[in-house]
Every structure is written in C-alpha cells, then in structure tokens.
C-alpha cells in the first residue's frame, strides 16, 4: 500500500510506527537514546504544549535548530497540533531568519541558542525587534533568554490538555494538507517559502526508500540539516516509517562521522560530494571499521565516476545511488537504481521517479529531441502547492496546465535516463557559444590535481561573456592558474576553458553543500 494511504499524514505516521517498533531505537543522539513509542510519546507532548499556548491549525511554527533529537520530536509535534513546520537554516544571520518569520507570519518560534557560539534570539530581535505575530519564542536548546520559555516550563505547561484532544487534532489531517514550508536555499535572490504535503512527502519517500534500501533495524548516519529535505524527509521521517534507527549530527566532521559508521554499525548515508572526499581522504579512514555500511546516495549537478568507485570500493559500500530533486517537487524527480555501474551512477541523474513526468524545452517552450539540452519541465504528484503568500512568483514557475519550470538544464534518454547539466539561469555564452559552468566544473575535477571546482560568466568586452574558474587544489599539489588553463587548453572546446583562474583553499558552501556562487561573484567585482 502507498505510504499516503496507509498514514495519511506523518504523525499518524509517527503514531503507527510508534506501536510497530515499540521499543526498538529510533534515535541515538549523544547520550540521549529514543525509542520509536518515545518518539511518539514525545510528539504527543510537544503538542499539547502547543494547544495549551494556544496554537490553532494552520498557524506557522518556526524551528530553528540543528540536527537533533529533540528536532525531531519538536516537528512532530507541530504537526500533531495541526500546524505547520518551517524549518530554519542554522546558518542564517537575524536578519534572515527575520525575514521567514515576517514572512510566514509566524505565530511561534522554537529556538536553540548558542549553536556554534551563536546567540540567536539577540541576533533575531536586534535584526527585527516588531515581529507582530510572533507571540512566543521557546528555548529548545541552550542557555534561556529574557522573555523565553524554557524546554521544561513548555513542556510542563502542556499538561493541562488531554491526550485526546491532540489525537483528534491528528486524525482531522488529511494527505493533501500542508505539513511544512521549506525555503529555497536563497544562493540569488530572496529564499521563497514552498509548501509542502503530508501525503506527498510519504508517498515520495517511500519511493526514495524503494531505491535506498532503508529497512527494519538499519541505521542511518544523518550529516545534512534538518532544515533541508534531504535531512528531513530522506533522513528521519524515511527511517521513522520504516524502522531504522536516525543518527543525527548537528555538524559534519570526517572523524566524528567515520567513529559513528564504527561505533553505532552504521548502513545507510547520505551528502553531497564534498562529505564523501572529506571521508575518503581522511587518514582515519584507514583504521576505521566501516563494514556495516552498504548503501550511500551523493547528490550533485556533477558526480566524479571516480567518486562513486571510490566509494564503493574503499567504503565498502553494496552500491552508491544519486539522484535530482527540488524543492518545488518536495525535492525528488529522479533516482538511479540500485547496483547500476558507478558510470553509470555518475554520468546520469537516475530515472524518473513513477508519476512523475519530464520534458526539457527550448527557450520558445518547444520541446527539443532525446539527447538535446534545454530547460527541464516536470509534472506529477510531487509538485508543492507552490510559495508561501507569493502568487506572482507561483504563476511564474508553475503553469495552469500542471508543468513546473525547474529552471535547470537537462537532457534525457529514451529510457527515462535524466541528467541534470546545470541552472538556466548560470549559462553564460562565449563568443556566440552556450557554456554550462557544470560541464567545465566536472572536465575540471576530472584532473587529478583538481579537488573541487566552481566556474561562472564575467562580463568581457571582447567576447561578450568568459569563464571564471575557481580552483582548490587536491591534497599536497601545488597548482598555478597558468597550469590549469594549460590544462583545461587540452581537455575541453577553446571557447568553454576558462580566461581566468584563482586557486583557493575552500569554495564557499551553503549547509547543504551547495556552492555560493554569489559569494564568487562579489569576488569579480572591482573594488
């Protein structure tokens, strides 16, 4: 049976799988163990401390907090109130996070204070002292602030209401009610609120799982926020349905994480490219037990082949998986199958997942043939609802007739076969020719003296636009910008080698692992 038709909505969900598994641990954070009856009994509290502040259904949450037990059970708990999650990048400033609170309209904010030395409630009320419907603001982590609720006073107040009342609040909500507002990462431009469904989150999750491999007493390494899909609905929510354990970090580290795999018999993982070169190259690694582990998925516009060889062979992994998603499609399009060559695996960005459907369009909207680029058209079951309070913005992505504009360049096979090449909007064109700054990226990184690399237009009075590489370095080489053109001189068409290189230690990156390009960009500009 689908997962939507089952659960009908992820407490219930929570509910259920509370009863199944019981006793069994879904959670090891720390010290702090969880099993899947705590899980729910500790949404079920969470609640009823929302009720009793007065949470209505539909009202907006804030969560602003990083991977952790507690994470879990605060969402849950919002949710059973009948309200709605929206989760907040830990890395955000005040202002930031002010601007998703102003704009959710949100009616509370449960806070962790001092993440990473960080004082978020003084930051958040010195960027916006007025949030006007922001009533309460709860600790959930950390040392209190004046005019906060602390964890344990929340709880406590949240004994005035009956059990019961929560348990009815959960059987009213129904598959295509809104369960969270997830923000675009906001790399250009403002981050938008896109909603999302209970139904669809599970049905697309089982659907993950289906290709991930996620069982009954597995246990699944979590390193990427919660405030991001592939945390949240990949990580915890797809383990909470099936009966694996979730092991939460609130930040990456390569040792910490590999005395993780070891220490709690670690299956399944998940990142970006860069959290599985930092475990392969760390010298750790050697002397870690890793035997447990067996399946990974890596997601990124461009995976290395040797990447994902590397990861088989050396993490001793039964297969390595990618995929596409986007928040607009509750972050899941597409998906390889399970032991499909490492090739294979890298060259494409899986096939579509069932319901769903593509089309790749040219600037005109004319769909071009199998194997041409152009700009990646999907519908299905998993589209949000669109943006939180955002009609323009909604019409201007999602047409009437049920297609999403995606905005990534893509080209497919006759097989369903989807490879994502690059955004739309970061095509730059050299002299008359179209360059897609992930191809040159990965011709790059192809070269074993290249780690990582980051590539964008600048303006040139010559050729209208040029290619701009930012280059870091493998591990003990010493690069020079004359040696990588030379390079690149060989490797690719003239028009796609880069005018310019700057070697450096570190491309910045978002929490997710995505490459801030505008950060690049402001590197361009002259001072």
Request: hydrophobic share 45%; net charge negative.
């Amino acid at each position: 049976m689908r997962a939507d038709q089952e659960f009908r909505s992820i407490p219930a969900m929570a509910l259920m799988s509370g009863t199944r598994f019981a006793d069994a641990t879904a959670v090891i954070d720390g010290e702090v163990r969880l099993s899947f009856g705590e899980v729910a009994d500790g949404m079920l509290a969470v609640a009823r401390s929302l009720v009793a502040q007065g949470v209505e259904p539909g009202d907006r949450i804030a969560l602003w907090a990083p991977n952790s037990a507690r994470w879990i059970t605060a969402a849950l708990g919002i949710l059973a109130a009948r309200a709605w999650v929206v989760p907040v990048n830990t890395r955000f400033k005040g202002a930031e996070a002010a601007f998703v609170l102003r704009k959710m309209q949100a009616r509370s904010l449960l806070c962790a204070n001092g993440f990473l030395g960080t004082d978020s409630v003084a930051l958040l009320r010195a960027a916006d002292p007025d949030l006007p419907a922001l009533r309460d603001v709860t600790i959930v982590e950390g040392p209190a602030a004046e005019g906060t609720i602390s964890w344990e006073d929340f709880l406590d107040r949240g004994a005035a209401v009956d059990e019961a009342v929560v348990r009815k609040r959960i059987d009213a909500i129904g598959p295509e009610d809104v369960s969270d507002v997830m923000f675009t990462s906001g790399t250009t431009g403002r981050p938008k609120g896109v909603m999302l469904r209970h139904g669809t989150c599970l049905r697309a999750y089982q659907a993950f799982n289906d290709h991930f491999g996620l069982g009954e007493g597995d246990r699944l390494l979590i390193v990427l926020p919660f405030f991001h899909c592939f945390g949240y609905k990949a990580g915890w929510m797809a383990a909470l349905m099936v009966g694996a354990t979730s092991v939460p970090m609130s930040v990456f580290d390569p040792v910490a994480s590999l005395q993780a795999i070891e220490e709690h018999g670690i299956t399944h993982t998940g990142g970006a490219p860069t959290i599985f070169w930092a475990l392969l190259d760390h010298p750790a690694r050697a002397t870690t037990d890793l035997s447990s582990l067996r399946v990974a998925v890596v997601s990124a516009a461009y995976v290395p082949v040797e990447l994902i060889h590397r990861m088989c062979d050396e993490l001793g992994l039964d297969y390595a998986m990618t995929g596409y998603g986007l928040t607009e499609a509750h972050a899941l399009v597409s998906l390889s199958l399970p032991h499909e060559p490492p090739d294979v695996v890298a060259e494409w960005s899986g096939r579509l997942i069932s319901g769903v459907e593509a089309k790749v369009v040219d600037d005109e909207g004319v769909e071009v043939p199998l194997g041409e680029r152009g700009e990646l058209l999907i519908r299905g079951f998993n589209l949000s609802d669109g943006y939180y309070r955002d009609p323009e913005a909604t019409a201007a992505v999602f047409q009437a007739d049920g297609w999403l504009h995606t905005g990534d360049i893509a080209y497919m096979n006759a097989d369903g076969y989807l490879k994502v090449c690059d955004r739309k909007k970061d095509m730059f064109i050299v002299g008359g020719f179209n360059v897609a700054p992930a191809e040159v990226e990965g011709m790059l990184v192809d070269w074993e003296k290249i780690a990582a690399a980051a590539v964008l237009g600048a303006p040139d009075p010559h050729y209208g636009e040029v290619g701009v590489a930012f280059v870091v370095p493998a591990a003990g080489v010493a690069l020079t910008p004359e040696g990588v053109i030379a390079y690149a001189r060989e490797a690719m068409a003239n028009y796609k080698v880069p005018r310019r290189v700057e070697i450096v230690d570190a491309l910045p990156t978002n929490a997710t692992g995505k490459v801030l390009k505008d950060e690049l960009r402001a590197r361009l500009v002259p001072t």
